[in-house]
């Protein structure tokens, strides 16, 4: 065993066994690498990353490789996802060297962590060739590696720098349209997404997408959106069987996954279908979204916990292998009926990815195979149900793919969420509980009052949180005030956010760092300020303080999400694509989101009901007959039911019902 051994990362141990004498990141492996003079390799990846895993297998279990990395190298393995700051540094380090990146993400640096050479996948040749030739280069010539290692890091701090905009902004719907009319041209409108391959789901992208079509009526886009949801949950992308979708699909199609399954990607995917559901009525949103919410709970919920994150591509060595099917076996195990199910997922005799391999997908609408079954949509629908059933009891039998069992603060926060907009969409009691139940294990076992926590694995919290964790907590217990109408959220949630602002603010452009003011030090301290699958840790919480500045009247934080916006308008505008959240963001500004004020002992029922609408620009806030938020005083009636539709801090006259609500919003 290597110095990996007592470490909890899934990730790590997976390597702890490699000849190589790995150590996690941390002053030991530092310190080491200074008193040698020897060169850093710093190595990036995750447990579910299936290139990880081959790159793995091919070098860093093989002696010889092994060897030269021992005997020339401090070596240093890291887990992407417990320490994404690391990984935020050095990929733009490798971005800048080549233009692109990935993982396994494989960074050669000098021992004061600055970056010299990076690279992802290696064959095993190639590898040993790369360390062989930086050493030399290296101990030949030093004054040059070290300028050169120098430039490259300026290049790295100057990535995100923030140059804030001193003048007032004229938010306007325009400037959005003009953005979106920019990229329009590159969208598939065909199989959704934008053109070419791989594609990957982008829930926060989809979202702002839904939002400004509903506010533009902008058909184009409706039709977009629409189109990109369908033929994510009728591609190959989504488990048909279990609920739940892979990463991302590696053909234009969505047909073909790479078959790893994120919590993150699946929590934002609840949030959006549901949303799409409210929206446009779409019995197949409802399905999906209800899928994957059982999926998660049944699969990643940790009993008196939170949420685990992820299940590996491979199961047995091989990519997939959990999920495929070839059409003997469902012969077998469905019987004279299998041709129906054949028929509605495309099964074919040959395969249809790799020889006498099958992924389930949809393309013939379920009208058309009623039809020439004979059968009623409803009849069809019910039978492939039950087939469902049988062949997910028959895939239990297999091995499953490895389960990553950390559980981190920011994506238990975005479950959380899902669960919220579920619950009010859907009105399922269960949803309710667990985002409650999740919510008090973040405060419980995530937060000593001080500082927030990123992970929590084999009953303890490790690694001090990120603005990512801080910002999405916030969000998400802003959510959970929401759908309880429990203070103690709120509360907690001004609590987390005070520290965002003496720990992680810079005062001269009002920006947040990822990183906290008392985290040890790196070569850059950075702004994470674009969109990726998940949302900008500086948008979430630009967002969430516009939230919570309205319900708790505090001007101080709406005053701070806009500034910030204003800083990012120009980005925003030019690359929509890239900073969606801030779009978002940008229309509850245009919009001027509202707060549905409900007082009386049907306040609950009354949220739900209206709820039940697409609202995207709406908060809520409730009582029965007391709160101490500012927002209601004087709007309690005893033995009355009131609702306020409130803007700006100024409400409308106050109704008492929902009919007479929404005209108001």
């Not at 702890?16 to 990141?25: G, L, Q, R, S, T």
């Not at 790369?130 to 030399?136: A, D, G, R």
């Not at 001193?166 to 959005?176: C, M």
């Not at 019987?335 to 992924?359: D, H, M, P, T």
Request: one cysteine or more; glycine letters at 4%.
């Amino acid at each position: 065993m290597n110095q990996l051994a007592d470490e909890r990362s899934l990730y790590l141990l997976q390597h702890a066994n490699n000849p190589v004498n790995w150590y996690p990141w941390g002053k030991e492996a530092l310190d080491k690498a200074i008193a040698e003079q020897k060169l850093l390799i710093i190595s990036i990846g995750y447990a579910a990353c299936h290139w990880c895993h081959v790159m793995e297998h091919e070098c860093f279990e093989d002696l010889e490789v092994a060897e030269v990395m021992n005997k020339h190298f401090v070596c240093i393995k890291i887990d992407r996802e417990e320490r994404p700051d690391l990984d935020q540094i050095y990929m733009n380090a490798l971005q800048l060297m080549k233009g692109q990146g990935g993982w396994p993400l494989n960074i050669i640096a000098l021992p004061n962590q600055k970056p010299i050479y990076g690279g992802t996948y290696f064959k095993k040749s190639d590898w040993i060739a790369v360390l062989q030739n930086i050493n030399s280069y290296y101990h030949q010539n030093p004054s040059e590696t070290i300028a050169y290692a120098d430039k490259l890091t300026e290049g790295i701090r100057q990535i995100d720098q923030i140059i804030p905009n001193q003048q007032a902004t004229n938010f306007t719907i325009e400037s959005l349209q003009k953005a979106l009319d920019k990229i329009i041209p590159y969208y598939d409108f065909t199989f959704g997404a934008h053109q070419g391959a791989p594609k990957f789901p982008m829930p926060c992208y989809y979202s702002f997408l839904l939002k400004f079509a509903h506010v533009t009526n902008d058909n184009r886009v409706t039709a977009f959106v629409q189109l990109t949801l369908n033929q994510m949950a009728n591609g190959g992308i989504y488990d048909h069987l279990a609920g739940g979708f892979a990463r991302y699909a590696v053909d234009e199609q969505w047909k073909i996954p790479h078959f790893e399954k994120m919590l993150y990607d699946n929590a934002q995917l609840i949030s959006l279908y549901t949303a799409a559901f409210l929206k446009f009525k779409t019995p197949l949103y409802k399905q999906v979204a209800i899928e994957t919410i059982d999926f998660c709970i049944r699969d990643f919920l940790q009993a008196g916990e939170g949420f685990q994150s992820a299940f590996d591509a491979d199961s047995e060595g091989v990519e997939g292998k959990y999920y495929c099917f070839s059409k003997e076996e469902i012969e077998n195990v469905l019987g004279n009926v299998a041709n129906l199910f054949c028929s509605y997922f495309e099964i074919s005799e040959q395969g249809n990815w790799e020889e006498n391999v099958n992924i389930l997908h949809r393309k013939i609408p379920n009208e058309h195979i009623a039809e020439s079954y004979n059968l009623s949509v409803e009849a069809l629908i019910e039978k492939i149900n039950f087939l469902k059933t049988q062949l997910l009891n028959y895939r239990k039998l297999r091995i499953k793919p490895a389960l990553d069992d950390k559980q981190l603060t920011s994506w238990n926060a975005l479950m959380i969420k899902a669960l919220a907009d579920a619950y009010l969409a859907f009105d399922n009691i269960t949803y309710l509980k667990t985002a409650v139940a999740t919510g008090n294990f973040i405060y419980t076992k995530l937060f000593d009052q001080q500082t927030l926590y990123r992970s929590y694995q084999k009953q303890s919290a490790k690694i001090p949180g990120f603005l990512d964790d801080y910002a999405l907590t916030i969000d998400a217990f802003i959510s959970l005030y929401e759908i309880t109408f429990d203070e103690k959220w709120l509360k907690a949630a001004e609590q987390i956010t005070h520290i965002c602002i003496t720990q992680f603010q810079d005062q001269d452009t009002q920006m947040f760092y990822y990183t906290a003011a008392n985290d040890a030090p790196l070569i850059a301290r950075q702004f994470e300020t674009i969109d990726n699958v998940i949302p900008s840790s500086n948008a979430v919480l630009a967002q969430a303080m516009l939230k919570l500045g309205t319900l708790l009247t505090n001007e101080s934080y709406i005053e701070t999400a806009k500034v910030n916006l204003q800083s990012m308008f120009h980005q925003t505008t030019k690359s929509v694509s890239s900073y969606s959240h801030w779009a978002s963001l940008l229309l509850s500004f245009i919009q001027q989101a509202s707060t549905f004020v409900v007082t009386g002992t049907q306040a609950d029922e009354l949220r739900n009901e209206m709820a039940k609408n697409y609202l995207p620009f709406i908060m809520y806030a409730g009582a029965e007959n007391k709160a101490t938020l500012p927002i209601f005083a004087n709007r309690f009636k005893a033995n009355e039911n009131w609702i306020y539709i409130c803007k700006n801090n100024n409400c409308a006259l106050p109704v008492q019902n929902i009919a007479a609500a929404l005209p108001l919003i």
